[in-house]
């Protein structure tokens, strides 16, 4: 005890105590005691632009890569002589305070119809502060801050190691995490016919 109040003693009379003797002091006090002063030392916690509330972008991903080889396959059976190339690019607004999460895909329905619905189970949301008082739409030319609010994926890269089994069983593995997602994945089984 005598120990603990001479190195209190020693940085309260010394008003110019380094962030060095305060981290030490804390260390020998309570190692797990957050301290006020712990943002000059420590490490960011998000080094990119967005959180995921729930799931993750890794699982994010998988889904979408399912749902673009079954995309395919669909091309395929309608058109076998047509042409299957489906755009491997898609791009996730983040969520902020006004807005849900949204799922962008130019040329397909089914990929913007299963994107919408991965995105209610791997959210991805804003952190940075500087997007709350930005301007709407059009009114922000800032394009390089306004893209940090987005996820820009390309599908083609993330399946070019994926060998030709587990494109074959995209189908049904898209069509059990559609039968966990509830009612509306069971409507997307009916109408796109994947059971």
Not at 58 to 79: A, H, N, P, S, Y
Not at 86 to 91: G, I, K, R
Request: overall charge positive; hydrophobic content about 35%.
């Amino acid at each position: 005890m005598l120990r603990f109040r001479l190195s209190l003693n020693l940085i309260t009379s010394n008003c110019h105590a380094s962030t060095s003797q305060i981290s030490d002091f804390i260390e020998r006090v309570n190692p797990t005691l957050v301290s006020s002063y712990s943002i000059y030392f420590e490490n960011a916690v998000f080094k990119e632009p967005y959180k995921f509330v729930s799931g993750s972008l890794e699982r994010l991903t998988e889904v979408l890569i399912w749902t673009r080889f079954v995309c395919e396959g669909l091309k395929r059976m309608r058109d076998p002589n047509g042409k299957i190339w489906v755009s491997p690019h898609a791009t996730i607004n983040c969520g902020n305070l006004k807005d849900a999460p949204s799922f962008e895909h130019s040329t397909e329905t089914f990929i913007n119809t299963m994107g919408a619905l991965a995105i209610k189970e791997n959210a991805p949301y804003t952190v940075l502060r500087e997007g709350f008082r930005r301007r709407a739409g059009g009114e922000c030319y800032d394009w390089a801050r306004k893209n940090k609010h987005r996820i820009f994926l390309n599908l083609e890269q993330e399946s070019k190691d994926v060998p030709v089994r587990q494109k074959i069983a995209a189908r049904a593995r898209l069509a059990d995490w559609l039968a966990e997602q509830g009612c509306e994945g069971e409507r997307i089984l009916e109408v796109w016919k994947l059971k």
